[in-house]
């Protein structure tokens, strides 16, 4: 089991940055891909980022490419996004995720509950 706490969600205007934390614990952290991933009340989930165990692969929604970095500190089992140019059509709630395989898609294994990311104009 992989235990996922999100934190560094808020209110921010536009054009600002924030940065999102992902503290992992649990017996099965070796070789964990990280991704980040957001939700509207009654849509989808939806991609944003990715990164390997080795920090080596990373991959981005194309919405976010160019403004969103995604990091890892595997000694404080910790992973990040680093959102700057943050635009109104960011709002959402931003999940962390864990899973054994890298990639895009949505069915990663572990996840966070959630954390609220609110861009005004």
């Known amino acids: 089991q992989v235990q996922l706490v999100e934190s560094g969600g808020g209110l921010v205007q536009a054009g600002g940055s924030l940065r999102l934390s992902c503290a992992a614990s649990?017996?099965?952290?070796?070789?964990?891909?990280m991704g980040w991933f957001r939700q509207a009340p009654g849509k989808e989930r939806l991609f944003v980022a990715a990164?390997?165990?080795?920090?080596?692969?990373?991959s981005y929604a194309d919405s976010v490419k160019g403004r969103f970095t995604i990091s890892r500190d595997n000694a404080k089992n910790t992973t990040y996004l680093e959102m700057n140019s943050l635009k109104p059509e960011d709002t959402d709630v931003y999940y962390c995720?864990?899973?054994?395989?890298?990639?895009?898609?949505?069915?990663?294994?572990?996840w966070g509950q959630g954390t609220q990311v609110t861009v005004y104009s």
């Open positions: 649990g017996r099965t952290l070796s070789s964990v891909a």
């Open positions: 990164i390997s165990w080795s920090g080596d692969n990373t």
């Open positions: 995720a864990a899973d054994h395989s890298f990639g895009t898609h949505v069915d990663y294994l572990y």
